[in-house]
Nanobody, 120 residues
């Protein structure tokens, strides 16, 4: 079993910043890709950013230049630095990881989600 635990969400004013963290634990042999997704009310879950174990990144067009994804492979942790936040960034943010487990199986895991609200 693999668990993902997110932290760092909250309420911030437009133009402000937040940093999300997500720590993975459990039967992990290696984590290939880690990422962040978000889901706003009455909308589908969408990709925000991903990062491979080698450090290659991918961003949604809507967050390019404002958000930065990074990871610490030794800690099995992924971060999302969010700057210049806009009200349309308001959503529940979910951590995701593609994990190669100690039982030599691939699994796709999700965190429980953390609320980010951008409002004055």
């Amino acid at each position: 079993q693999v668990q993902l635990v997110e932290s760092g969400g909250g309420l911030v004013q437009p133009g402000g910043s937040l940093r999300l963290s997500c720590a993975a634990s459990g039967s992990i042999r290696m984590i290939n890709v880690m990422g962040w997704y978000r889901q706003a009310p009455e909308k589908q879950r969408e990709l925000v950013a991903t990062i491979t174990s080698g450090g290659s990144t991918n961003y949604a067009d809507s967050v390019k230049g404002r958000f930065t994804i990074s990871r610490d492979n030794a800690k099995n942790t992924v971060y999302l630095q969010m700057n210049s936040l806009k009200p349309e960034d308001t959503a529940v943010y979910y951590c995701n990881a593609l994990v190669f487990t100690t039982t030599r199986e691939y699994g796709n895991y999700w965190g429980q989600g953390t609320q980010v609200t951008v409002s004055s």
